[in-house]
């Protein structure tokens, strides 16, 4: 192998496998991460089939989410959260702030696969001096990428309006959620329907300020 980058201390089996085609590939089962690699130009190639190798790995290590991510952090996919989330930073905050009463900030996550901070924009409400956050996703049945990179980093950025700020992010418990889902549905109505197109609980993120 040239190169093998993943976790610390983990010791896994690389299955390199030389095709008739001449193809090489790699087969990494034990990792709880993606991990990048790649193969040396020559693997044997006097029959078809499979050499097993066993390798350290070493460490990959991924810095968390703060406030000063928010500038370069990499866009949504969608690009008219992508466009609303560049005129909000650029205006410094001025700009899509607020709509029609309702208020959106933006929010920066490191990527639970790459570890490349990301961002976008989300309606919230405010619970004491937490901001309150809904993972609805338009009532899709899975999480939006946001939610399962915080689940795996709490630590995210945070503008809302002019301010900027690094927070530790939470799902509300239980008891939290009830009220703070009427509060949001108050908010943005729509929060009501996307909960009837999908099995899928949607959880509220309550974003603590800590700075």
Known sequence: ??????????????????????????????????VATSLAPRTPTNTPGILHYQASVPERTFVMAVADDLDHATDSQWDWVAEQTRAYLASGGTEGHESNGVYTLVLATTGRRTGIPRRTCLIYGTAGENFVVVASKGGADDDPAWFKNLQTNPSVGVQVGARCFTARARVATPAEREPLWLQMARIFPLYDEYAQKTDREIPIVLLTPQD
């Not at 976790?7 to 790699?26: H, Y």
């Open 1 to 34: 192998m040239d190169q093998l980058v993943g976790l610390d201390d983990v010791r896994a089996d690389i299955a390199v496998v030389r095709t008739p085609d001449g193809d090489g590939r790699v087969d990494l089962s034990t990792f709880h991460t993606p």
